[in-house]
């Protein structure tokens, strides 16, 4: 787990300086990112009791991965030491919480925190998790996959508007979920794996 903990804090690191040179000095309210995550998690979640719906548990795991993107650079912000940061969050998510909350009461829990503190609780994250019936496995995964598309993007003109998101009939999102199922997480390479996977699928 320690490694892969490490790999997503670098490549956080490298997607914040890739928006901007300076990030870690602009004050920018991560936290704040966070806990309006976990609102839109609410909404796929189906808190409305006047209204039918059933949770939709892929978006709703998908929202926590955004939440941990916000959460791990709200962290980053804090030491300059990443080994050491790696080592406190892998504590944390191996730790099974005191208590068991459902969804709502864990997504709750955790922007409560966001708010009150102005930073990132990972023990909160990680009841969060398992309330969303997500494992860490499919945490990495699905982060990796998200970072390695965001640079992706980037890197093909998403800026300037000439990249195109529609590959084959099909959104870069299904190539990837395609791409991220043949590959070996445990692998060093994966992020490069996921990266040259999409390459070989976009059109030239």
Known sequence: MLTAVKTMLSLQDKMNTKVHPDW??????????AWIECGELMDHAGYKW????????????LEVVDIWHFGMSALL??????????EKITQDLSQTPAQ???????????????????????????????????????LYRLYVGKNVLNFFRQDHGYKDGSYQKI???????????????????????FADQVYDGLLARYPA
């Not at 870690?24 to 990112?33: H, L």
């Not at 006047?50 to 795991?61: F, T």
């Not at 590959?167 to 390479?189: C, K, Q, Y």
């Open 24 to 33: 870690r000095s602009q004050g920018f309210e991560w936290y704040r990112a």
């Open 50 to 61: 006047w209204k039918h719906a059933e949770p939709d548990i892929e978006q709703i795991q």
């Open 77 to 86: 912000t804090e030491t300059s030491d990443q080994d050491d940061l790696a």
């Open 100 to 138: 068991s909350l459902k969804l709502l009461l864990a997504t709750e829990q955790l922007a409560a925190s966001c708010v009150s503190t102005k930073r990132f609780n990972v023990a909160h994250f990680k009841a969060l998790m398992m309330a969303s019936e997500l494992g860490f496995d499919r």
């Open 167 to 189: 590959w084959a009939g099909r959104e870069d999102n299904e190539h990837l979920s395609e791409v991220l199922e043949g590959l070996d997480i445990s692998s060093a390479s």
